[in-house]
């Protein structure tokens, strides 16, 4: 009966540690299962403004890294126009994003996508809806403005990597800029946008 109870003992004692094992493995990942945002700077564009974009994206969401300068692939570069292709800077930028991260490119060129009947439609920024990477460029944006507008062109194509698609709110950074820029109507997400990012962990 001694020996029984002592096995039984034993069993018991055994599953419990096998649970405490699972229960901290568990809460392991969970803490760093958190998406985060790597920052890349892409050749000539201005620290001053990837440092802005850093600062600001940290503030709404923590888990932001920012990367070195990388040089821009010369496959994307479309010489008729002297522009870069959208498309081909975001597989360039997937191929170097890690597990569990998503990468925004930031440039100061001019960048283009195709856009229906148009093979080379100009854009400020592009992002895969959802995806790894996304881009966006000073390009085509106001001078004396240029920050805030880049700032939510950044926000624009982050949600689309986190799968927010074009939102008909006018006020809110998802809209489709349709070929303009409208962001001085661009006050925030609106609520349902909003509230999808603050599910991922996006603080507002």
């Not at 809460?27 to 299962?33: A, N, S, Y």
């Not at 850093?54 to 002297?82: D, M």
């Not at 990468?103 to 195709?114: A, E, F, L, R, V």
Request: proline share 3%; net charge positive; hydrophobic share 35%.
């Amino acid at each position: 009966m001694h020996f029984q109870k002592l096995i039984v003992k034993k069993f018991f004692t055994g599953l419990m540690l096998a649970f405490i094992l699972f229960a901290f493995s568990f809460i392991h990942k969970t803490k760093t299962e958190n998406l985060i945002i790597d920052i890349q700077p892409l050749t000539g564009i201005s620290q001053n403004d990837v440092q802005y974009i850093y600062t600001e994206i940290k503030k709404v969401y923590p888990f932001v890294e920012l990367k070195n300068t990388v040089n821009l692939p010369r496959s994307a570069y479309y010489p008729k126009r002297n522009r870069y292709r959208a498309d081909s800077l975001i597989n360039f930028l997937s191929r170097e994003t890690k597990e569990n991260h998503v990468t925004i490119g930031i440039t100061n060129k001019d960048i283009s996508t195709t856009k229906g009947s148009i093979t080379d439609w100009g854009v400020m920024g592009l992002g895969f809806c959802p995806g790894k990477a996304c881009i966006a460029s000073t390009f085509r944006l106001e001078k004396n403005k240029k920050l805030i507008q880049l700032y939510k062109v950044a926000l624009h194509e982050l949600g689309h990597t986190q799968g927010l698609g074009h939102c008909n709110d006018r006020s809110c950074f998802m809209r489709d800029a349709e070929g303009k820029n409208p962001m001085d109507e661009e006050k925030n997400f609106c609520l349902p946008c909003k509230s999808k990012l603050i599910a991922k962990g996006w603080k507002f």
